[in-house]
């Protein structure tokens, strides 16, 4: 069957090989997250001596809601590594065999793979979405280099508030409940561009609906699944 494919793994730095403990956390981090998910993951499997994450997801928007979910789940742990993903679109099958992860094979995750090592030979990107339609393709890449230049530009000092203030926009019990001055509190909002991480987000997220409509326009079909 076709469909969408997520591939997330640690980012290293140039000639530097993953510790044991890294690989460690990255298995425990993806366990505790999938449970939620299970409902729109088709399946998925930890390749690559266990530092690379794939997952067949029932949708586009539910591949970008896991990635954010990912991303925003790691912020909150004060980013003990940082994740690098593709996000394509493909042919796969699932082996008929029950747990967490069961593994999925099909040429989908060859074009998966070819995304993943440009990512591994760049220095900065983090993200790579490769959609049937190129345009939207450069569209969405465009979208996530701005994600990222937002949230890459955080400190580790900065990890927890900007995680506060992503889920609660009020500054005010943010710094109540974090202790610190709402005054400054205010200005950190700012400083770190929440509202402008929060425009990328929404706008991502909303791309897969307006595909489908752009799509049913054209043909006045019914759209398919995204």
């Known amino acids: 069957m076709e469909c969408y494919i997520l591939t997330a793994e640690i980012k290293q730095a140039v000639h530097r090989r993953l510790d044991p403990t890294e690989i460690k956390q990255f298995i425990n981090f993806i366990e505790s997250i999938l449970p939620k998910w299970q409902n729109l993951l088709y399946s998925n499997s930890m390749f690559n001596l266990n530092k690379e994450f794939e997952c067949a997801v029932a949708s586009l928007k539910a591949g970008f809601e896991l990635l954010f979910q990912l991303e925003e789940q790691l912020l909150s742990r004060e980013r003990p590594f940082i994740l690098q993903y593709v996000i394509t679109y493909g042919d796969i099958e699932v082996p008929k065999r029950k747990g967490m992860f069961r593994g999925i094979v099909g040429n989908g995750l060859l074009k998966a793979d070819i995304r993943m090592q440009k990512?591994?030979?760049?220095?900065?990107?983090?993200?790579?979405?490769?959609?049937?339609?190129?345009?939207?393709?450069?569209?969405?890449?465009?979208?996530?280099?701005?994600?990222?230049?937002?949230?890459?530009?955080?400190?580790?000092?900065?990890?927890?508030?900007?995680?506060?203030?992503?889920?609660?926009?009020?500054?005010?019990?943010?710094?109540?409940?974090?202790?610190?001055?709402?005054?400054?509190?205010?200005?950190?909002?700012?400083?770190?561009?929440?509202?402008?991480?929060?425009?990328?987000?929404e706008l991502i997220l909303k791309t897969p609906e307006l595909i489908v409509k752009k799509k049913a326009s054209r043909t006045n079909e019914k759209p398919p699944a995204f």
């Open 119 to 201: 990512l591994r030979e760049s220095k900065d990107d983090r993200f790579n979405i490769e959609i049937k339609d190129r345009v939207e393709s450069l569209y969405l890449n465009g979208l996530f280099s701005l994600y990222q230049m937002i949230c890459d530009s955080w400190s580790p000092k900065d990890y927890k508030l900007a995680y506060g203030l992503i889920f609660l926009w009020d500054y005010k019990l943010i710094a109540k409940g974090m202790n610190k001055d709402a005054a400054l509190v205010w200005k950190r909002r700012k400083a770190l561009k929440i509202r402008q991480y929060d425009i990328c987000k």
